[in-house]
């Protein structure tokens, strides 16, 4: 461990003696939770591989920063994860039924920098039943797969191998975008299988998106399902999940979102208008007349890229997610919960309360919130506030409320 970072980590347990003992993991990201009092912060330090080679493509900016010596991978995560602190400590707050998520382009490298925290280590219950439903759903792959499946894999893996993550990551998200979306599915996550023969939701895209990327070749620690919240009580938004791709060469993660659900009928549309209709008749599901060929072997994979179906492939900050509230990210190794409760206790501006003038917050633990409520949408953003905690100790990790254990990660 270097000297820098052994000096972090004598002073967090000095700090906090309540700690028992501290394990420092090695190979895996740090773990980060956010707690009703404050965003808990590890000690234990990632070591990220050295990234390989950026690829040329045009669509995904490339990292401009030189890929790490591996005697300096460990500072350069810590880094990456005090950046990612750094980044949410200015970042805008939703709150949604009393619960406050960040915007989820705002978050950005942290959801990869920190780590997940598994079954072991006290995750928050819907990151748990979340992990848990992904499992169910590759554990039924794994026993059944859709016909022409291994076609599929063969070719995202090939056009990684010639042209490196973009390309596959292109090709990965248009071949699954070609499934016809169907609304009203169960809560469970649909294997492909299933996905293919039912049509299905946003869930179960992603959900076919991660284990065709796993098999052709990514690593689980470059991908993880976001789980993004209502930004409103009564908003039209609702719950929605997606791939997020950490890549080698791109800047900052990659979006993988799944096609729009179908328009519904409108309130007050006559039975004998267009969409009346339209919802009226039985959609069609499964793959399209297109992904079926490519299934079925008449079609190569890349037809799918002449006019592909959905969202495309393009940065968390560009994506229509972007300023969505992020809950909880996950993959099949665990999850991390990016909600807090909401502080309560408003004080009221120093001058008079207009429209537009925000209202300063301080929660249990000295924080202080600046809430705008002029918008549709109420916002929180962290600030300095007289009487109130300094903003440098704002997001002040207390470890106490993190179960840190050593790793057996090799």
């Known amino acids: ?81 005090d950046l990612g602190i750094e980044r949410l400590r200015g970042a805008t707050w939703w709150e949604a039924n009393r619960k406050l998520r960040p915007q989820l382009a705002q978050v950005g490298n942290l959801m990869f920098a920190a780590r997940l925290l598994d079954d072991d280590m006290s995750p928050s219950a819907e990151g748990a039943s979340r992990v848990q439903r992904l499992r169910e759903a590759m554990r039924a792959h794994r026993q059944s797969r859709p016909a022409g499946w291994n076609r599929l894999v063969s070719q995202v893996r090939d056009a ?38 039912e049509s299905g939701v946003c869930k179960d895209f992603a959900v076919a998106k991660y284990l065709l990327l796993r098999e052709a070749g990514f690593d689980a620690s470059q991908l993880r399902f976001v789980l993004l919240a209502p930004r409103y009580n009564n908003t039209p938004d609702d719950w929605h999940v997606m791939l997020v791709v950490q890549a080698d060469g791109m800047a900052e993660p990659a979006a993988l979102d799944s096609p729009p659900p179908r ?23 499964g793959p399209s007349a297109r992904l079926s060929a490519i299934l079925s072997g008449r079609k190569p994979a890349d037809v799918v890229l002449r006019a592909p179906s959905g969202p495309a492939v393009v940065t968390l900050g560009a994506s229509g997610q972007a300023e969505r509230p992020l809950a909880v990210v996950f993959n099949e190794q665990g999850s991390l919960s990016f909600e807090r409760d909401a502080p309560v206790g408003t004080r009221k501006p120093p001058a008079f309360k207009r429209r537009g003038a925000r209202a300063i917050v301080a929660d249990g633990a000295g924080q202080s919130w600046s809430v705008d409520s002029s918008g549709v949408f109420r916002k929180w953003q962290l600030t300095h506030a007289d009487g109130a905690a300094p903003l440098q100790d704002a997001l002040k990790p207390d470890l106490r409320q993190i179960d840190v254990r050593g790793s057996t990660a090799g």
């Not at 042209?163 to 990551?169: E, F, I, P, Q, S």
């Not at 328009?263 to 008749?281: C, F, H, W």
Request: hydrophobic content about 45%; glycine content about 6%; proline content about 11%.
């Open 1 to 81: 461990m270097s000297g820098r970072l052994h000096h972090r980590l004598l002073c967090s347990i000095v700090a906090i003696a309540l700690i028992d003992s501290v394990g420092v993991s090695r190979g895996e990201p740090s773990p980060l939770t956010v707690q009703s009092g404050a965003i808990a912060r590890p000690v234990a330090v990632a070591v990220a591989p050295a990234p390989s080679a950026p690829s040329a493509a045009a669509a995904i900016p490339i990292a401009a920063q030189p890929k790490p010596e591996p005697d300096n991978a460990e500072e350069a995560a810590q880094d990456a994860f």
């Open 263 to 285: 328009v519904r009928k409108r309130l007050g549309d006559a039975p004998g208008e267009p969409d009346a209709q339209a919802d009226t008749q039985a959609d069609p599901v």
């Open 160 to 197: 990684r191998a010639k042209a490196g993550d973009d390309a596959a990551l292109t090709l990965a998200n248009a071949l699954i975008n070609d499934v016809r979306y169907r609304d009203g599915t169960d809560g469970s996550y649909y294997p492909p299988a299933r996905l293919f023969a």
